[in-house]
DNA sequence: TTAGTTTCTGAATGTCAATTTCAATTTTCC
DNA sequence: GGAAAATTGAAATTGACATTCAGAAACTAA
C-alpha cells in the first residue's frame, strides 16, 4: 500500500496534480480494501462518511489510479468498469460467480505460458490480456 | 449454417415465434460472414439493400440468436457488443489487434484444462469463460 | 502572509450504445 | 376473410461514463 501510495504520488508530481484531500480520501478507501469497486460502489461508500464528495471526482481518481499504474480496470460484462488495486508483479486473472458476483483471483503460470506460444503461431504480441471464468462459487454450488 | 438456421427455427418455435422476413433477412445476413458484427454493423450493412430496416429489429434479431445458442456475445472494451455465429462444437478464444482491430480465433485445449484444474482447486463450476488475448497483430508489428 | 495562477471539485449536462415504448403492420390460425 | 397475437421501426428512455463550468482550494513566488 505504501508502494501504491509512492508511485502514485510520483505519478502525479509528474502530471503536475495537486494534492487535495479527496484525491487522498479516495486512495485511501480504494487501497484499504481487497474489492473489485466500481465507481458507483466506492461513491456510495465514501458518502456514508463524505456526504459531499460528488460522484464526478470518485470516478476521476479511479480513471488516474488507474493511468498511473496503480489501478487496473475490469470488466465483468455486466455493464459496471470495476477497479482493483494493483500490485506490482501480481498479475492474476479472476473467477466470476454468476450467482452471487463473488470474485476469486487465480494465477496459472502454464496458462500464461500458452498464452505466450499462441500468440507466437500467430505472429502477435500480446500486451494484455483478460481471462475470466464465470460459472458457480463453492458456495453457490452448495446451496444450488 | 443450416444446422444453425434449424437450431434456431427449433428456438423459434418453442418461443412461439413468427417468421418474418426481416428477421430472415438478419439471420442469412448474420450467419454468411464470419464477421464479428456490432448490431450497429450489421444494421448498416443491410441498410444498403433495405433501407427500410431498422435498428431496434437488427438488435433484437441478434440477442434473440444468442438466446437461441446460435450466436455468442462478445465485448472487446471497446464499447460495442459484437455477435458472432455459433458452429456447435466450434469453441474458440480471440486475439484482438489493438491497432487495426482485426480479430483472429484461435483454440488451445490445453489451456482449456488448466481452466478446468484451477476452478477444481477452487470448488468453482465453469459455466462460460472469456479469453482474449489483446495486442500487435503481425500486420501491424510490421507497420510498427 | 498574500496576491496571483493553476488545478480541483461537484452539480449539472452531454454522450453513446443498449433497450423499451407504442401505434401501425404483418403473420398465423380458424 | 377476419380476429388474435406477435413484429416492426421511429422515437423516447435508460444507464454508465465522460465533460463542462463556476466557485473553491492548492500551490508559487515575492
Not at 498464452?115 to 500486451?127: D, L, M, N, R, W
Request: with cysteine; charged share 25%.
Amino acid at each position: 500500500m505504501k508502494d501504491q501510495i509512492a508511485v502514485f504520488n510520483e505519478c502525479a508530481r509528474r502530471k503536475g496534480l495537486k494534492n487535495t484531500s479527496q484525491r487522498t480520501l479516495i486512495l485511501k478507501a480504494f487501497l484499504s480494501s481487497p474489492s473489485h469497486y466500481s465507481t458507483e460502489d466506492l461513491y456510495l461508500k465514501l458518502r456514508k462518511n463524505h456526504p459531499k464528495i460528488g460522484y464526478a471526482t470518485v470516478h476521476r481518481a479511479l480513471k488516474l489510479f488507474a493511468e498511473c499504474g496503480i489501478a487496473v480496470e475490469l470488466d465483468f460484462g455486466d455493464g459496471q468498469t470495476r477497479f482493483e488495486p494493483l500490485t506490482i508483479g501480481q498479475h492474476h486473472d479472476h473467477l466470476v460467480c454468476t450467482e452471487c458476483g463473488s470474485i476469486t483471483e487465480f494465477s496459472e503460470p502454464r496458462i500464461e505460458e500458452l498464452q505466450e506460444q499462441v500468440a507466437a503461431q500467430h505472429g502477435f504480441k500480446i500486451e494484455r490480456h483478460r481471462h475470466e471464468l464465470y460459472g458457480l462459487c463453492s458456495k453457490c454450488i452448495g446451496r444450488g
